[in-house]
């Protein structure tokens, strides 16, 4: 028997960083896909294997010292987590063993589009099918998050939220609403190859908010009325003003010192190939933009344009579904 669940990567479209701070941001789910899949081997523990990270390990679960022996390697941290954690939540910790997890990914890792927490609800949906536990989606997004602490020290919650529950959301103050989206939005998602580090980032702007914080403080709030405006020009396929109000997020983003010259070059040359707005999304300091095309037809010359300048195209689709059971 095997069990494989999926979980979408995301793109925030508005209000990342201040989202950390209890302000509204928008993130869509995209179609790059985590699977993990569960069987069984005759391993004594759990055996984690990541196709993208290039690792095979095995460790078991000791119940009196409450660790994982031998430790897992830090890049495999945030997924034993997830494991002990559900483990604890169904009842199932003692019973964590002859377990194999495959990781595959089509995400990017370390991008800004979510790997880590689709790694870890597709890793949670798919031990909670195997041990037929009947967790909720508000539980595995909660144990998710959990995870995303290790990964990211301080997350907002908002890449675990929208690799459950898939489709378009907004955050704000913890509080997730859920829109239906009649149409498909020409979003291009492109990386820009430059590493980045999101806890370096929010570091970046917890020192410009000590040093200057009511000059930050209006930064953030101007972040949360884009957000505002952004939800009812999306409902009114209003992309001109979609697109206006990124590009105006973008230079708020530059303005607090979390973009890099590669990512503001790349928003140019989408907007110069015809994208109606475009921004990084993320941490930045590197990782990735997005570029929104005022249709579909007019995708294919923004792509073209961002590969030129070497950047890698990840997505130009948004998903509706969250994680999922895709074979059991
Ligand atoms: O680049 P990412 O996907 O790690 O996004 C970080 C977004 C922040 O708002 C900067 C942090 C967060 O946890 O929301």
Not at 69 to 80: C, E, K, Q, R, V
Not at 175 to 190: F, G, H, R
Not at 247 to 268: A, I, P, R, T, Y
Request: a negative charge.
């Amino acid at each position: 028997m095997e069990v494989i669940a999926s979980s979408p990567g995301k793109t925030i479209l508005f209000g990342e960083h201040g989202v950390v701070y209890g302000k509204k941001a928008l993130a869509v789910a995209i179609s790059p896909r985590v699977r993990a899949k569960v069987s069984s081997n005759d391993s004594l523990g759990v055996n984690v294997k990541s196709e993208a990270l290039k690792l095979n390990h095995l460790s078991t679960y000791n119940s009196q010292t409450k660790k994982w022996a031998p430790t897992p390697p830090d890049m495999l941290t945030s997924i034993y987590v997830a494991i002990e954690n559900i483990g604890k939540e169904t009842g199932n910790i003692d019973l964590m063993n002859n377990l194999l997890l495959e990781i595959t990914s089509d995400l990017p890792v370390g991008s800004g589009v979510g790997s880590s927490a689709a790694t870890a609800t597709a890793t949670l949906a798919a031990l909670n099918q195997w041990w037929g536990t009947n967790l909720s989606l508000e539980k595995i997004s909660e144990l998710a998050f959990l995870s995303e602490e290790i990964t990211h020290g301080k997350p907002s919650g908002i890449d675990n939220t929208v690799s459950t529950f898939g489709g378009l959301i907004s955050f704000e103050d913890g509080t997730i609403e859920s829109y239906s989206l009649s149409y498909s939005l020409p979003l291009v998602v492109a990386d820009s190859g430059v590493p980045k580090q999101t806890s370096l980032q929010v570091q970046k702007v917890i020192t410009m908010k000590q040093q200057k914080p009511e000059i930050v403080a209006e930064i953030l709030d101007a972040m949360h009325e884009l957000s505002e405006r952004a939800i009812p020009a999306i409902h009114n396929k209003n992309l001109k003003t979609l697109g206006d109000l990124m590009n105006l997020n973008h230079e708020l983003l530059v303005s607090l010192g979390v973009s890099h010259e590669k990512l503001d070059s790349l928003c140019e040359i989408a907007r110069k190939a015809g994208a109606v707005g475009a921004k990084l999304t993320g941490a930045g300091g590197g990782g990735t933009i997005i570029a929104l095309a005022p249709s579909f037809n007019d995708v294919e010359t923004i792509v073209k344009a961002l590969k030129l300048e070497g950047a890698t195209i990840i997505s130009s689709e948004i998903s509706i579904e969250g994680v999922k059971i895709e074979q059991y």
